[in-house]
């Protein structure tokens, strides 16, 4: 499963083996139709909404050309961790790409 993360820094890659949804409402149910939290995950870092906009409208917002120069390497760097997590393990791919 890959999801955006807006408690992970933006521009940040994390690699998970299971876990709980941390309030993202895609992986609550997933979790929920699954009957387990055993499922590797890719997390992407967007960061926190700027001011007060809702969460829920920043996340389906288009990006912005400063953002876009962050999430289009970011994008390469993703297929990296997948790349790495189906032929080495989830575990080679979290100590590869996590930090």
Do not use: C
């Not at 933006?10 to 709980?20: C, D, M, T, V, W």
């Not at 895609?26 to 870092?45: M, N, Y």
């Not at 906009?53 to 990006?63: E, G, R």
């Amino acid at each position: 499963v890959v999801h955006d993360d807006l408690d992970l820094a933006s521009g940040k890659l994390r690699l998970r083996a299971e876990g709980s949804s941390g309030g993202q409402n895609g992986i609550r149910s997933i979790i929920d139709r699954l009957g387990t939290q055993e499922f590797a995950r890719v997390k992407i870092g967007i960061g926190r909404p700027p001011g007060r906009m809702d969460p829920a409208d920043y996340v389906l917002q288009n990006f912005t050309p400063d953002e876009e120069a962050v999430f289009g390497p970011l994008r390469e760097r993703a297929a990296g961790a997948i790349e790495s997590w189906l032929s080495d393990g989830i575990e080679v791919a979290m100590n590869r790409f996590n930090g």
